[in-house]
């Protein structure tokens, strides 16, 4: 039970928590949150979570009670006419409902009171300043069997889980069909520059290794065999 055994430690009694449903706690993995420890009747130790484990608190201003269904997601709302999104706000996507882009998309919609069809959304992959946009599959795919293989917003190339961030496009003021922003420009090039700088690295390492290789298979010149030397001293009386 994550956040009740939180509340009962003496740094946290200083912040006025109401109960455990108004606290979230997340794993924390590459210094960010990663999964989402849902319900307060499990015991810590049916997590599995291993040892040395870090775990961070969110405060709630109201009370949630997440259901296993139930998929916690950020959404921001894109700024028209700007390259930034407005701040980012809770979600919760009942994948009881159906676990597909559609299903996503009304939920979205109804969230922002905007029309279905005048609303654009994408997962972002923040290690990669990427966004992928999320379309219904009857614009995206055709073939019946292709269909059902990747109906599942869980599943590839998605993998949509707790904490993931969904960018919204409201098209009734905003037709750009990008969704990166300038922060995903400079991620990008420092990410190109890493790797060439890497690749560099090894190029210049794999030279320094073939040039000691081919300088020690050099066999070294063998010497002449030594030559007998015969001196005769003659008499000139």
Not at 21 to 50: F, I, N
Request: charged letters at 30%; one cysteine or more; glycine letters at 6%.
């Amino acid at each position: 039970m994550p956040c009740s055994v939180a509340m009962t430690l003496p740094p946290f009694l200083e912040f006025s928590v109401l109960s455990p449903p108004h606290l979230r706690a997340w794993t924390v993995e590459r210094k960010c949150p990663g999964r989402l420890l849902r319900t307060d009747r499990q015991p810590l130790r049916e997590y599995k979570l291993g040892r040395r484990i870090e775990i961070c608190l969110e405060p709630l201003q109201k009370g949630e009670n997440l259901g296993p269904q139930d998929v916690l997601l950020r959404t921001q709302m894109r700024i028209p006419g700007k390259r930034t999104y407005a701040p980012a706000l809770d979600l919760v996507w009942d994948t009881a409902q159906g676990r597909t882009p559609g299903s996503l998309r009304q939920r979205v919609a109804d969230f922002y009171c905007l029309p279905v069809e005048k609303i654009e959304i994408a997962k972002y992959f923040p290690e990669k300043f990427e966004w992928l946009p999320i379309s219904s599959w009857n614009q995206q795919i055709t073939k019946r069997k292709k269909k059902k293989k990747q109906d599942c917003l869980q599943g590839a190339p998605y993998y949509l889980k707790d904490g993931d961030t969904i960018g919204v496009k409201n098209l009734l003021v905003d037709d750009d069909d990008d969704f990166s922003t300038i922060r995903d420009d400079i991620g990008k090039e420092k990410q190109k520059q890493l790797a060439l700088g890497k690749r560099k690295s090894r190029e210049a390492l794999h030279e320094q290794s073939s040039y000691i290789l081919s300088s020690a298979d050099t066999p070294a010149r063998p010497r002449a065999p030594e030559a007998s030397l015969s001196i005769h001293v003659g008499s000139f009386r």
